[in-house]
């Protein structure tokens, strides 16, 4: 189960890590084909449920879907996490501050300028760091994983009768 979930993972690293990059290379950011991070990740989990499933005579109970789908779930978002620590860490926090500065002027187009605001503002920038986000992606990665994994394994369960 933890060699067919970390493959699962690894493989669907690798196509996380080609589609972004066939994002950026086609500067396809604003268009519906920019927005399919999703469809890449819900097969690669997928993946993960197949090859378990084939492994083991077509037969797969919900919770070995769920455990198999969530070993390539856990194995991407730590990897991700981890590169994306190493990234911030090498680079500053050129992109952090980048990601501030777009969140500041999305404010200021909504022409939010009460107290409450700028005071919110103040703190997100005290508080907002590379290791936090390090942190919150892999959160947002494991729980949006959890819940594709929940629906897919439920499609996906079979058991010999």
Request: aromatic share 14%; proline share 0%; net charge positive.
């Amino acid at each position: 189960m933890w060699l067919i979930g970390i493959r699962s993972g690894i493989i669907t690293l690798l196509a996380l890590i080609a589609y972004t990059l066939l994002v950026q290379v086609l500067n396809l950011k604003n268009s519906i084909l920019g927005h399919l991070e999703y469809a890449v990740f819900t097969l690669g989990i997928y993946s993960a449920l197949f090859y378990y499933k084939n492994a083991n005579n077509g037969s797969i109970t919900y919770m070995q879907g769920l455990q198999v789908g969530m070993i390539a779930v856990l194995f991407t978002s730590v990897v991700i996490s981890v590169l994306t620590y190493v990234m911030l860490f090498t680079y500053g926090n050129n992109f952090v501050n980048t990601l501030l500065l777009e969140f500041k002027r999305s404010i200021q187009q909504i022409d939010l300028t009460n107290n409450s605001v700028q005071n919110s503002i103040t703190l997100i920038e005290s508080v907002f760091n590379s290791k936090l986000l390090g942190v919150l992606i892999f959160l947002s990665i494991s729980f949006t994983g959890f819940i594709f994994t929940l629906f897919i394994a439920l499609f996906a369960k079979k058991n010999n009768s």
